[in-house]
């Protein structure tokens, strides 16, 4: 039976032809497309291999999924993961690596119209086609073999896939092989192995073969250059991300994050977990003991806290460097277990007794998440799970969370009352988002609509909350935005525009100048939730705790005080059009499931 991964991997090769894409399919594909179990490797022509970031971000677009990863791995590769939710729970992810011509550590190894020149559409045993198209099979053979040998790894499978396609074709293969080893000896030795499916004594000779292999295709001067830029993108523009995961004890911070990284290995490199610090200066165990009586030691004297605090202070500033941005650099997801500002909410647990007030500003220089995910949940569950400080304690520490998260522009707060799976989901939801938005602001090619430079400015102050440049943008534009902005919003007349604080915007939203989303009752700070890929017209009012979902659009001068369904349209006072025919909503209606239900839903 097809998973969902299939159907969206079908869906993307007919969006492919449909927009006229030169494309094949290369790796091990036999088992497609009932079955895909690593990266979808695609080959186009190198001539349109800059369209292919837009290409993907529309065909998301259009399938309603969303794009989180992008990681250029070569001058000419390009790996994107898209994610959508699925109705079982949890989320579905689908690697795409793009490629044009073939590099591999910066030397091209094959250009992209030798791989796409006798192309076709793949069958099955019984001569069926199958949805996709495929390389010839001598360069099935060469392609896979270059890959294998530069990567060093060649198992039983893999040995298996290339004496299948040898058979295919032997005299192209060994063309091939000849090509790039062109010593007798070593073609000979690939030759045999590939005919006999024997391929042990590769395996043995494979850094020779690596080495014979560069050999045959040296790193130009261009090429070198171009490298060089990729690194150097990879490094200022990290594709991997940093998480501090907080709450009072009994929230269940362990149990989450190591859910939370199975679930989301697919969208990174790799992932890698640390307790409250990075732990390079001063030594100090990779792996803590859990505290069962966090208050039991009295606080350290104010000499001793202060030495204390500078050693933390010492170890974020230099762990970050040292080794959180080499992981972020490798795509790796790292999620802290607690993080610096656990001491100011509860400093008996870490035995500080200095100044709160130098303890504070410390803060301030110490490298910052790129998400806070705080576990809230009231005391008594956190009692009923852990009782290892008071009932009034456990409040006083949830409070002061939820005013540090309150404080934070990238904070997301999940309700920790909910099964552990769901609570996992949900912080998998808030990392998405933050990945979704990221990628949207550093790359335009991945925007449906771009911004005037005007909106684009007025955003980027708004979302750094740099004090000064902000008010001036707010006043020059009589705009006054003050939500967290996770992604680009789309402003065609970024003037007249009043965002609420506590408003929550989803992707690919489009704002009409002269628009208000706020509060409805004076005191009351409630405030609308904007589903993705929503259109709000000029002059429309959208107040109180309402939803948005999905699609909606929000009528020019409309006014919507109520929940507003998935792809409806809203025109004058809460006037829902659901195709041709407008009703009015009454008070019992059902809640919209299509609206973003919380700040760190990830939609589908």
């Known amino acids: 039976m097809r998973d969902d991964r299939c159907h969206?991997?079908?869906?993307?090769?007919?969006f492919l032809e449909r927009n006229g894409m030169v494309y094949c399919v290369v790796g091990d594909v036999r088992a497609y497309p009932e079955t895909i179990t690593s990266d979808l490797d695609i080959v186009v022509e190198q001539k349109a291999f800059s369209a292919v970031p837009r290409l993907v971000a529309r065909f998301a677009h259009e399938l309603g999924i969303h794009v989180v990863q992008w990681i250029r791995h070569e001058q000419a590769a390009s790996y994107f993961v898209i994610a959508w939710a699925r109705d079982s729970g949890g989320f579905g992810f689908l690697a795409l690596d793009f490629c044009g011509d073939y590099y591999r550590g910066g030397r091209r190894l094959l250009a992209a119209d030798e791989i796409l020149a006798g192309r076709g559409p793949a069958t099955d045993g019984r001569g069926r086609e199958q949805g996709f198209q495929v390389p010839a099979a001598h360069m099935q053979f060469i392609y896979?073999?270059?890959?294998?040998?530069?990567?060093?790894?060649l198992d039983p499978a893999q040995g298996e896939f290339l004496s299948d396609r040898w058979h295919a074709d032997p005299g192209g293969a060994l063309g091939g092989i000849v090509r790039y080893w062109p010593d007798v000896d070593d073609a000979d030795l690939i030759s045999r192995a590939a005919g006999d499916n024997e391929w042990f004594l590769v395996r043995g000779m494979l850094p020779r073969l690596r080495r014979a292999l560069r050999r045959s295709a040296?790193?130009?001067?261009?090429?070198?250059?171009?490298?060089l830029k990729r690194r150097a993108e990879r490094v200022l523009r990290p594709t991997g991300m940093t998480v501090a995961v907080i709450g009072p004890d009994g929230s269940g911070k362990s149990s989450v994050i190591?859910?939370?990284?199975a679930d989301l290995a697919p969208v990174f490199r790799g992932t890698r977990s640390l307790h409250l610090r990075p732990r390079v200066v001063g030594g100090g165990k990779s792996s803590v003991l859990p505290v069962t009586t966090p208050h039991e030691l009295p606080p350290r004297g104010r000499i001793a806290s202060i030495a204390k605090l500078i050693h933390m202070l010492l170890d974020y500033v230099a762990g970050y460097a040292l080794r959180v941005w080499p992981l972020k650099r490798r795509s790796t997801l790292v999620v802290f277990d607690r993080y610096y500002r656990d001491l100011l909410v509860d400093p008996r647990r870490y035995r500080y007794g200095g100044p709160l007030s130098l303890a504070r500003w410390a803060a301030k220089c110490v490298p910052g998440p790129d998400l806070w995910v705080l576990l809230d949940a009231p005391a008594d569950v956190l009692q009923a799970r852990k009782s290892e400080v008071s009932a009034e304690e456990s409040e006083r520490q949830?409070?002061?969370y939820?005013?540090?998260a309150a404080h934070q522009w990238n904070a997301a707060v999940v309700d920790a009352r909910q099964e552990l799976p769901l609570v996992a989901q949900e912080v998998d939801a808030a990392i998405?988002?933050?990945l979704q938005g990221r990628l949207e602001f550093r790359h335009p090619e991945l925007r449906i609509a771009e911004n005037p430079v005007a909106a684009r400015l007025l955003q980027y102050f708004c979302r750094r909350n740099t004090p000064v440049l902000a008010k001036l943008m707010r006043i020059l534009l009589n705009s006054d935005v003050y939500c967290r902005i996770h992604s680009p919003i789309l402003m065609g007349h970024p003037y007249g525009i009043v965002i609420h604080a506590d408003t929550v915007i989803g992707h690919r939203v489009a704002i009409m100048q002269q628009v208000t989303l706020g509060a409805k009752d004076r005191g009351v700070h409630a405030a609308p939730v904007i589903g993705d890929d929503v259109a709000i017209g000029a002059g429309a009012k959208v107040l109180g705790a309402v939803r948005v979902g999905r699609g909606a659009t929000i009528g020019a001068n409309a006014v919507v005080t109520r929940d507003v369904p998935a792809y409806c349209t809203v025109v004058g006072a809460n006037r829902i059009v659901r195709g041709p025919e407008p009703f009015a909503p009454d008070e019992s209606a059902p809640p919209v499931d299509d609206a973003v239900p919380a700040r760190a839903r990830l939609s589908a």
């Open 218 to 227: 040296p790193l130009s001067a261009a090429a070198a250059f171009g490298e």
């Open 398 to 400: 949830r409070q002061s």
């Open 8 to 14: 969206v991997a079908q869906a993307l090769f007919r």
């Open 432 to 434: 998405l988002n933050v």
């Open 402 to 404: 939820l005013e540090l």
């Open 258 to 261: 190591e859910l939370v990284m």
């Open 144 to 153: 896979y073999l270059l890959k294998k040998v530069d990567k060093q790894e």
